[in-house]
């Protein structure tokens, strides 16, 4: 069983929409989870972390966690074709230190 | 404050030669990752080091591959009789020595390693 599964997409949505990324992950011991953009040809960037059960809102971000369902989503309100990029879920328990364990990525397109 | 600094970008070595890749972690910075991405694919995990010591290597493969993080000077990962397979880009991230909860990394711009 992989530590973080995501889905692979591609996830179309309309510019405007609301975009629901999804993410779940296997160790109950995990603590701290990020979400990170990566644009085509480009390296990861961070977008938000939480590692408290409910919501994190940051400007059209909001990162939403569930220990109890070992489920991590990342919404984005009003799409912009700017988002179009792959998504990537990471969690880390302390137990392996700071150990980053990330999933394989969601392509997102948003289409004009 | 300057982000997490790799050298050099772009990289093209012929088969059988040996490729460095340096990272230099963000100030204050004590723990490097080291992640392989192939095109279309993930990020896939190498090796995870605090300086002068390597913390997990599962992700490495066992021949030809190694990384180190030296008490001064940057992170070097090093590929011995490079492969074409070895083609790809890999990733170099730091995190602060702060295990507290939320602790992040960042990343660097990548070196894009070529093998003809």
């Known amino acids: 069983q992989k530590e973080v599964e995501q889905n692979s997409g591609p996830l179309s949505v309309p510019e405007g929409a609301i975009a629901s990324l999804n993410c779940t992950y296997s160790?109950?011991?995990?603590?701290?989870f990020f979400w990170y953009r990566q644009y085509s040809g480009k390296s990861p960037e961070l977008i938000m972390f939480i590692y408290s059960n409910g919501d994190k809102e940051d400007g059209r971000f909001t990162a939403q966690l569930n220990k109890a369902s070992q489920y991590v989503s990342l919404l984005i309100r009003d799409s912009q074709p700017s988002d179009s990029a792959t998504y990537l879920c990471a969690v880390t328990r302390t137990n392996t230190g700071n150990q980053f364990y990330f999933g394989t990525g969601t392509s997102l397109t948003v289409i004009p | 404050n300057a982000g997490v600094m790799q050298n050099p970008r772009h990289l093209v070595r012929r088969r059988g030669q040996e490729a460095r890749l340096r990272c230099s972690p963000m100030?204050?910075?004590?723990?490097v990752y080291w992640y392989r991405q192939l095109p279309e694919e993930g990020l896939k995990f190498m090796v995870y080091l605090q300086k002068e010591n390597i913390i997990d290597e599962s992700g490495m493969p066992k021949e030809r591959f190694s990384a180190e993080f030296p008490k001064e000077g940057p992170s070097i990962l090093r590929i011995q009789q490079v492969v074409r397979g070895d083609s790809a880009a890999y990733f170099c991230?730091?995190?602060?020595?702060?295990?507290?909860?939320?602790?992040?990394?960042?990343f660097g711009q990548g070196t894009r390693l070529t093998v003809v």
């Open positions: 100030k204050g910075h004590s723990h």
């Open positions: 160790d109950r011991g995990s603590q701290s």
């Open positions: 991230a730091s995190s602060r020595i702060d295990r507290g909860l939320g602790t992040e990394a960042f």
